[in-house]
């Protein structure tokens, strides 16, 4: 792969294990961009996630989200891949670089086709639900677990080396590359993990227009983006058609607000259900 030079975006990642980080210093310390933990498995969001999202982007950075993936099927990466979709609806900040998929070990023993599986189902349901290609961070000896079907998402490489990350089956070349895990930064207390961009900030920012254009920043936030009312959650399945086979709904538009009507209405058929069955028994 390709070497970094002294004219590449310079950017971290940071978690809760940054603790309280002040962006305005990070960002005059040259950091341009930040990718900032969002979530891990199907129910636990990152304590700093909302605070980071803000804060990075008030003071000016380009900012993504990361999942970190522990799935062991297809199915639970793609919970995987709902969960992080609804955490990031629903942080209420815009982010200006594309949602990422942390993916670097196999503590299972999952064979390369299953980690494949799992990877695509992961990537494939994050883009269906918001329209925006992830990106795939992973380590430099992982990486070769992937095969060529993930060679179109960009790459995220982690390397701690002066030497450049090697080629794997998917990749001969990184679009960023986290080359340190004990960076010193200004404004974040302790170690932070470095990272390059392949080329300027100009063309970061160029790289990913549509979601960098202040103009179209409200349309692209995807805090904002609407679901389709007239399709259920793959999470909420079960429950709704429970639920419109107990008459309890009526069966159309699953992903509609509830109004206080029609919460109303629910309500009294479910009443009326607990009664009818008790007069019976």
Known sequence: MQVKSNRN?????VSHWQGEVDWPQVKA????????KATQGTAWVDPKFRGNAAGAHKAGLLTGPYHFVDAVSPEAARKQAQHFVRTLQGVGTPFTLPPVMDYENNPAG???PQINQIARAFLSEVERLIGIRPIIYTGNAFAQQFDETL???PLWIARYSSAVPYDVPAWKKWDFWQYSDSGRIAGIGGHVDLNVYRGSVEELKGAYAALNNPRQEEENDISKQERNIEQVSDWA???WAEAKACGIFDGERPGAPLTREEAAVAVNRLRQQILS???QS
Request: no cysteine; proline share 0%; charged share 25%.
């Open 237 to 239: 399945a079960k429950d």
């Open 9 to 13: 975006a310079r950017g971290v990642d």
């Open 110 to 112: 999952l064979s390369r």
């Open 29 to 36: 310390a040259g950091i341009s961009f930040a990718f900032i």
């Open 277 to 279: 069955a008790l007069k």
């Open 151 to 153: 060679q179109s998402y």
